[in-house]
């Protein structure tokens, strides 16, 4: 079901920049790019989202390839809290995807002191 | 505002027996969808209401289902308990499925073992 590819873990020193990659190479033309986070025994909580262009909000960046084939996550200055899951995935949000996020593994990314 | 609150955070049942999971969305919010989590099979989905109407299912047994009110607050039922359904069950709410400025917001979860 999950139509995205991430890296099992990464680590991160703390106050540097965290950029975790994200392939969907098989992401159809109005398929958007969402990115999520699960802190342990916690719900997951959105972060951000993008169609084409480059996204900014207060928690991260996004950087998708003129391809759209590739993204990338960018947290600037990582901190401790910054420690969970990330789930990087596509969906129209429409159709059979109504309603459904596909979770696949996601990234465990540990920021350490 | 107030977020996703899900009732109870913990439970324990006995095989066999039915248990009923309790999600209030956030204000205004129109569509609720539930999720299990378990180490082995990670974040599936179980189905998605909109104003009182299932419009997605998943690939779960009868067993589970769910509903949803006029208040837009839902319930999910699983009867007949196996151990396999222990599980993290966290509900989601987005103003109309697939908010495409907010995404979803999930809740804390309630965290169920069947004993």
């Known amino acids: 079901d999950a139509k995205t590819t991430q890296p099992t873990s990464m680590d991160c020193a703390e106050g540097r920049a965290a950029n975790l990659p994200c392939n969907h190479s098989?992401?159809?033309?109005?398929?958007?790019v969402y990115w999520y986070r699960q802190i342990h025994s916690q719900g997951p909580q959105y972060i951000i989202h993008g169609l084409k262009n480059n996204e900014t909000n207060e928690m991260a960046s996004l950087i998708i390839t003129e391809d759209r084939k590739s993204s990338t996550l960018i947290l600037p200055h990582a901190t401790l809290r910054d420690t969970a899951v990330y789930y990087c995935i596509v969906s129209t949000g429409r159709g059979s995807t109504l309603g459904r996020l596909y979770f696949g593994r996601g990234t465990q990314l540990t920021v350490w002191p | 505002k107030a977020g996703v609150t899900q009732t109870p955070r913990y439970l324990i049942k006995t095989r066999g027996q039915q248990v009923t999971l309790s999600c209030s969305p956030i204000s205004g919010h129109r569509s609720v969808s539930w999720y299990q989590q378990t180490p082995g099979q990670g974040l599936q989905f179980l189905f998605e209401y909109f104003s009182e109407t299932q419009r997605n299912k998943g690939n779960f047994p009868g067993r589970f289902s769910g509903r949803q009110f006029s208040n837009s607050r839902s319930e999910m039922n699983v009867s007949t308990l196996e151990l396999g359904d222990s599980a993290l069950y966290l509900c989601a709410s987005s103003l109309v499925g697939a908010d495409l400025n907010y995404g979803y917001t999930f809740g804390s979860g309630t965290r169920l073992t069947v004993v």
């Open positions: 098989t992401i159809s033309g109005n398929e958007y």
